[in-house]
Every structure is written in structure tokens, then in C-alpha cells.
């Protein structure tokens, strides 16, 4: 457990910087997982993800413009930023 811990969180730390150079807006944690504000209704933003295959939290009512995102293995994590770019790219577009 204290192993997988410390994966968890140097990957989250990893994602999070990214997140942060990268401009975007969101809420840290200390467990494995965060919320972004991906600026669109989650729903289209949650769709637009799956269209990349990579499957992302809920829609939280409270929160229209946000999503839950897990943290995962270095490469998943990889893949998340790819299409989350990819994503946020044709949003502005």
C-alpha cells in the first residue's frame, strides 16, 4: 500500500503541474483523483473524451463546467493529456 501511495502521488504531482503550465483550472487533492474545469458542459466534454477512448468522471450538477479525473498509471495519464488537448483544442476552434 505505502508503495502504490507513492505512485499515486508522484503521478498526481506530475498531472497537476502539467495542468497548471498548461493554464488550466482545477481542483487538487491529495487522494487519486482531481477535478478540472474543462470551461464546457461536462457532458460534451465527457463525450468528446470517449470519442478519444478514454473514459473520464460524471457530470456533477453543482459543478456544470467540471469533471473527476482518476488518477492512473503513467501511461494512462499520458493518454488523458493527449485527448484532453485534443479535446480542449477543437473546443476553441
Given amino acids: 500500500v505505502p508503495k ?11 498531472v497537476l503541474s502539467w495542468a497548471t503550465g498548461k493554464g488550466y483550472s482545477f481542483i487538487p487533492s491529495v487522494s487519486n483523483k482531481f477535478m478540472i474545469d474543462v470551461k ?13 477512448k478514454v473514459l473520464v468522471g460524471r457530470a456533477w450538477p453543482s459543478m456544470p463546467t467540471h469533471v473527476r479525473v482518476s488518477i492512473g498509471l503513467p501511461e494512462e495519464m499520458a493518454k488523458w ?12 476552434a
Fill in 81 to 92: 493529456k493527449a485527448a484532453h488537448e485534443k479535446v480542449m483544442a477543437k473546443a476553441k
Fill in 40 to 52: 464546457m458542459p461536462a457532458r460534451t466534454y465527457i463525450e468528446s473524451m470517449m470519442a478519444e
Fill in 4 to 14: 502504490r501511495r507513492e505512485i499515486i502521488k508522484n503521478v498526481r504531482e506530475d
